[in-house]
């Protein structure tokens, strides 16, 4: 039976340089939420806890434990080993029974300063998904996607009626008085434009907290100030939930699934595609 | 040469019972705005002139009359007629040497209580494109398309540096207390979106003023209340000019198209989009 509503938890949390104190810092939080009764959690971008391990592997079991124990759906980011050589950043969405039901690899990879992932990250190969999990039919991408409408059209059109984005976004200080408010409103303006193009739920899991890796330290720079406020985004774009700048904390927010057919019937964007006419998308440029 | 800059005037105006007197009307306010060094001139969606016409005819002989006299391009939306039968949702985009330089016809046909426009227009068969003006290439989508990612992806791909969306959308004065903000919020945020997805500029000329047209008042109805508030985003989704809600008016901004390439070499999505993986953008579901 088609569950009616679900409880989101974002994990908003700050990373350290220990791996497995993130990570098991992480499990505490999820555990919490699921004493809030949260039935879908999702923790943010974990790529610098630099556990790259297969998948399946010890994270996923770790997690399949915590997701049978309390029935919850838990969508994390790992570090993923594919093979030697090819590493992808990874979100893994574990069934509220404890098994793995499937992995989403990061599709678009950014490359900015102090973000090498062009070097980290082979491009993903599985395209864009969603899954009927226990608690409602998602999608998940990953961070510098959110920038890319096609890839929430894809997704959507898929079935999810709630896409999640755990994601690693923050200001570097140095730019943060000129450019910090239009990059902040930039982020949350296109995440809640997915949302009202395609008549979802839309969640994105950020990491909060101001970091310097020893080797920017040491080259005089200042890091990156993750700027957390996780949200949760309605079919029609309003934000429902959102966690604060700076501090670690659970963002929940309660869905209504029957909210996304009311409100594509109200605003049938869908309806209307001209789905004979997208011819070009695919190219890079129609020149 | 390609010009630096350009000085974008958003013709933000009532619309009456009188078709002739809206057209001149229209006439005197891009005059206006020439007067003030407009040099792209965009008057709102004029479907209900329903001065049917073939296009060119008398409304782009008139208008190109005015954008010859004043060196200006000129954007404009009129009702064509292009067979009997067959009407198009047209906008035109006449150069600032008054010819006639192409022509855009409404891709995505809305059916919203009070906007009969699938009975109206037959969907638009020239897809999305741009053009090299005078001032600077643009591209121009109307109303019903700004809920299109596809549609903005896809004229910015083709080369346009700003997107013009002529546009009639208001409230339904009994719907505005309930859901009046989400609606208006979510109108302005896909719109940035478009600006922020693609790097570049986009305008957005709406209609003000209550209309309650005589049939819908005899049958107890109490119209449309266009929110006008006609607005200039830039590249990374700020908005830098901006109508008022209930006043004509001329939204004027100054845009400077160096910043598109230095916006897209800051934010690169372009580079990065997977255009590998987008099959199934043309699909209606992937189901």
Chains 1, 2 share one sequence.
Not at 27 to 45: L, M, Y
Request: glycine share 8%; proline share 5%.
């Amino acid at each position: 039976m088609k569950p009616k509503q679900a409880r989101i938890a974002l994990v908003q949390m700050r990373c350290g340089a220990k791996p497995e104190e993130n990570f098991s810092r992480a499990i505490a939080f999820i555990r919490d939420a699921a004493k809030q009764r949260a039935q879908i959690s999702q923790s943010e971008d974990h790529k610098n806890f630099e556990l790259a391990e297969e998948i399946p592997g010890r994270s996923t079991s770790a997690f399949g434990d915590v997701a049978r124990e309390n029935g919850i759906v838990i969508i994390a980011s790992l570090f993923e080993r594919r093979s030697a050589g090819v590493y992808h950043n990874t979100a893994v969405i574990i069934n509220a029974d404890g098994k793995l039901l499937g992995k989403y690899r990061k599709m678009h990879i950014p490359d900015d300063p102090l973000y090498h992932e062009k070097f980290y990250f082979t491009p993903g190969d599985l395209g864009f998904q969603a899954w009927p999990t226990a608690h409602g039919k998602i999608g998940v991408c990953v961070c510098w996607d959110q920038w890319y409408p096609e890839a929430a059209r894809l997704t959507a059109l898929r079935g999810a009626e709630i896409l999640f984005y755990p994601t690693a976004i923050g200001w570097h200080p140095s730019e943060k008085k000129q450019f910090g408010a239009a990059q902040y409103s930039a982020w949350e303006t296109i995440q809640r434009s997915h949302a009202i193009a395609n008549g979802c739920y839309v969640a994105a899991a950020n990491r909060v907290g101001h970091e310097v890796p020893p080797l920017v330290a040491s080259g005089g720079g200042d890091g990156i100030e993750f700027w957390g406020q996780s949200f949760v985004a309605t079919p029609s774009g309003e934000i429902i939930a959102k966690g604060s700048v700076d501090r670690e904390e659970i963002v929940m927010a309660d869905v209504e699934w029957g909210r996304v057919n009311e409100h594509r019937t109200h605003w049938p964007f869908l309806r209307d595609r001209r789905v004979d006419a997208y011819a070009g998308l695919e190219k890079r440029m129609i020149d």
